[in-house]
């Protein structure tokens, strides 16, 4: 082997051998980062829900956690990440829960105590 080919292959095992110590890392960053983007989604959901939403508001915040409990469903995911996988869908059905019986704003409970009152003339 001429000696060229064989520095050359030295210089790519001393670069790609340390090179794929990152590949699990790299790889479990990537799944981690998968889980994680949703939970921005969820929490900008959980921000909203906190300054009290009107009925329409909620139902518009309700379909969106749909929208993201759907699209995780859809997520495939290692066996090796399925105790975050379902750590992430029990946070969406708290924060489903939270909007659930976050209390309405004020003008819709005045719009529902009249609606109740005008049932009952």
């Known amino acids: 082997m001429p000696f060229w080919v064989a520095s050359l292959a030295d210089r790519v095992l001393v670069v790609l051998i340390p090179g794929l110590r990152l590949v699990p890392d790299l790889y ?3 799944v981690k980062l998968r ?3 949703w939970y921005g989604a969820l929490i900008a959901i959980e921000r909203e829900a906190i300054s009290g939403p009107d009925t329409s508001q909620r139902d518009v915040l309700l379909e969106r956690i749909d929208a993201i409990e ?5 997520m495939k ?3 090796a990440f399925a105790d975050q ?3 992430l869908r029990e946070h969406i059905g708290f924060v489903r829960e939270r909007l659930a019986h976050a209390p309405v704003a004020a003008n819709d409970a005045t719009e529902v105590h009249e609606d109740i009152e005008q049932g009952s003339a």
């Open 70 to 74: 759907s699209a995780v469903n859809r």
């Open 28 to 30: 479990r960053w990537r």
């Open 85 to 87: 996988f379902y750590v």
């Open 35 to 37: 889980i994680y983007r």
């Open 77 to 79: 995911m290692p066996l």
